[in-house]
């Protein structure tokens, strides 16, 4: 059974820092594609940072040089470092993955419960 645990959320003000972590269980990363989600009240849920097949990793626009997205497979977990924050990034954040390898659609099967990251101004 595959499990995703995030932590790592909290409350910080505008230019301050976290770093997401999240656990896998029952899975491993090699060849599948994995991401880091957000969702914040009102909002659809968007893909904020990605790695694909391949390995190659890719940023929304609104987060790019501000979050990096990294791996430690020897832990099994994947981690968002955010830096530079903004009250904009305020929203729950979601680590997910694909169950098929070597998929390039990148189908997110696999979700977490969710970590609340809150930036004040």
């Known amino acids: 059974q595959v499990q995703l645990v995030e932590s790592g959320g909290g409350s910080v003000q505008a230019g301050g820092s976290l770093r997401l972590s999240c656990a896998a269980s029952?899975?491993?990363?090699?060849?599948?594609?994995l991401g880091w989600f957000r969702q914040a009240p009102g909002k659809e849920r968007e893909e904020v940072a990605g790695i694909d097949i391949d390995g190659n990793t890719n940023y929304a626009s609104s987060v790019k040089g501000r979050f990096t997205f990294s791996r430690e497979d020897a832990k099994n977990t994947l981690y968002l470092q955010m830096n530079r924050l903004i009250p904009e990034d305020t929203a729950m954040y979601y680590c997910?993955?694909?169950?098929?390898?070597?998929?390039?659609?990148?189908?997110?099967?696999?979700w977490g419960q969710g970590t609340q990251v809150t930036v004040s101004s």
């Open positions: 029952g899975y491993t990363f090699n060849n599948y594609c």
């Open positions: 997910s993955a694909d169950s098929f390898p070597y998929d390039k659609t990148c189908k997110f099967d696999y």
